[in-house]
């Protein structure tokens, strides 16, 4: 068989060409993927990421840079925008149309502090595009300067050849500005990598950079004690699980919650929640149409229907309306569980840095900004100190020839070339070549013209201006202080406080907005209704001196905090606790409630509860530990029902005042009681008569007996109203078995109604709910005009 020729090309065989190409054997897979990795990280550089020290992206880069080039400053006339995105484009970015990320730069709702100034349709929260860039027009605004800087003079960073090495652009912007932190990135995709930079209050960050300047041996939890966390355009509140990962390894997540008060609405009445803000990177259209949705789809009960209400970015309003009956407090907990209104959000501070990708940590960025900031600073400091001793060579040699100078104007004059007059100037007055030159290249007016105390005083002001300026150099705690002064003027002319709230918990705060006022006023009303009031919106109700509310009357008044959880007790005993966030303008009502106090696991009161049927229980407030929406028996075996519930300090002083039906007070130290916990029996007093039992009880102290004087009301047969005062000193303290004293009697007696105690002043409600007061002495006479008082039995009308 004849043997098979070998491939000839160009006179070599295949054998030959293909070892001179150097061919290596390799996995398919593992090169096409490194291969795109490849080409994935030269696109992150060029296009996707922002550069780490000054937190711009190629193309945001340019804009800026290329707004100082044409003088778009924020102290010039606006530019038309396709003027500005066609220089951007025909100068420094080919890549594509940069109209759409000029518009990004000046929208307040994806950029905490916007660089650009925009004039005309920049669009909307909602998702509405800006307007064409022949109808709107925009220039760099004043906070572009602080990144952009002295970039002009091309001498405190680096430059590169643009994309047609015809001019020549910056490799990353001076950037006292720390704008990788203060804006963020909110998305940065590329092959097999994502960045998603959180944004963040400026004054935290200049803070927190001044710090660093002034305590070499800073740590993360010192930085993290003045960085609070991300601060978003948006505000909203966010929980402080996670921060400490995000800082500690570059990324994490955060939950966001938006922030929302609880208004009445003025045509109807009803109770309507209000959104004053949303979640970072929300979409505002579609969390309206899916709480539309659940309201059709009957998953958010009682609610009637959604609506937005706000203007622009500054005054967020999504309103959701409910039914008069609503439970408030869970169709908002619905709300947060089903729509983005409360978002996770996941971020990694990924950036370029020299070209390469990198994590950057909370210690990272300091380290990477404060060794930027050292060399823009060292740049500047080299070039002031170029030039200003080129200056000052300059002024030295005018101050040589400026008491001579009409000899040295004759010397240029009457010499045939300037290589004669160079040489003849040189040799006079003792010039280098700098000097002279500057000499024959002036006019002679401007010689003659020149002020010799001005060349001595600009000779001072250049030396000391280069003997600062080395010291600087030379000692790098100097160069500190200029940057320390540097940034404490950035935080001075744009910080602003922090827009999104950081908690431990959202249960904390879930009352109202941030900006509204934390004191209010529970008000308990005698059909079982409790309500909760602005502290400003109840002194109406204390100017008008009346205390009514329609046909309610107020029962108990309890001044308290927005945060606060309420205890709700009623007359069998029965606790419920209730967040205050759920009462406000809800018209929840409790039946036969007789006492709200506020839940506080600290408090070393004591509660006390007087039963119909004399029997007394005293329970640790302290050792209540309810739990929301699941009522609880704080008394065992209740054959009776509680009259009066009242917290009271448990000392020795304190004197429990029992009134009953048939007439007879009886008064026991609180101290004769033992306090229990929840579920314990109550304790029983002194024995009274088969149709006899407690109406009213009052707690006073036993130091003011002699000064404390006790109205008794009570009803005769025909039913008006009788009245007795008494010194309260006149009743003894008993034992709790002591039988009570009758202070009440005879024929047309029918039963007591009430008592009440006061040292000087008894403020009561008459039958019209209009408050009256009436001192110790003078009862007898406002009775004699004919006043009643409401008449209702067990009835606590005093008002404190």
Known sequence: MAKKKSQQ???????????EENIIDCDVQQELTQSYMDYSILSIVDRAFPEVRDGMKP????ILYCGKVKGYDSNKPYMKSARFAGDVMGLFHPHGDCYGTIANMAKPWDMRYPLIDFHGNLGSLDGDKEGAPRYTECRLDKTAYEITEDVMDKHSVDFKPNYSETDEEPVVLPALFPNFLANGCPT?????????VPSHNLTELCDMLIYALQHDDYTLKDLMKIVKGPDFPYGSKMLKEGLKKLYETGEGKLTFRANYVIENNKETNNPQIVFTDMPPYSNKPKILEKINTLINEKLLPRVLSVRDESVGMEDIRIVVECMPTANVSLIIKDIFEK???QANASFYMRGILDKELKLVTLMDYVDIYLNHRYSVCENRYKYVLDVSSKRLNIQRGLAKIIDDIKNAISIIIDSETVAEAKEKLIKKYDLNEEQ????????TRSLVNKDRNVIFTKIADLEKLISDTQAKLDDKTLMKKDIINQLTELKNKFGDKRRTKIVSSFEDIDSSAEDVPENVVAVLYANGKVNVYEEEEFKKFEDNKTYKDKSNMFRQILPCKRSDDLLIINKTGEVERVPMNALQYNNMKFAD??????????????????????????????KMKFKI??????????????????????????????ATNNGFVGRFSVNSFTATACGARAMTTSKFDDDDFVVDCKISNKEQDKENKMLILFSYTDDSLGYKVMNLSDLLVKGRTAKALNCISGK??????EIHISDGVFKLLDNKNKVYEFKKYNITDRLKKGESFDKTTGMNHLID
């Open 9 to 19: 090309i160009d006179g070599k065989t295949l054998d030959s060409l293909i070892a």
């Open 59 to 62: 193309v945001q880069r340019r």
């Open 188 to 196: 940065g995709i590329a092959v097999g990598y994502t960045s998603c």
């Open 339 to 341: 729509t983005k209104l």
């Open 436 to 443: 002279v030159e500057y000499v024959l290249e002036q006019k």
């Open 593 to 622: 409630a007789v006492n709200i106090i506020v839940y506080d696991l600290e408090s070393e009161k004591t509660l006390v509860s007087v039963l119909k049927n004399g029997n007394v229980k005293k329970t640790f407030v302290n």
């Open 629 to 658: 929406n699941k009522p609880t028996q704080i008394i065992k075996d209740m054959d009776s029902e509680i009259v009066v519930n009242k917290l009271v300090d448990d000392n020795p002083n304190e004197v429990i005042t029992m």
């Open 748 to 753: 047309k007696f029918a039963h007591l109604n």
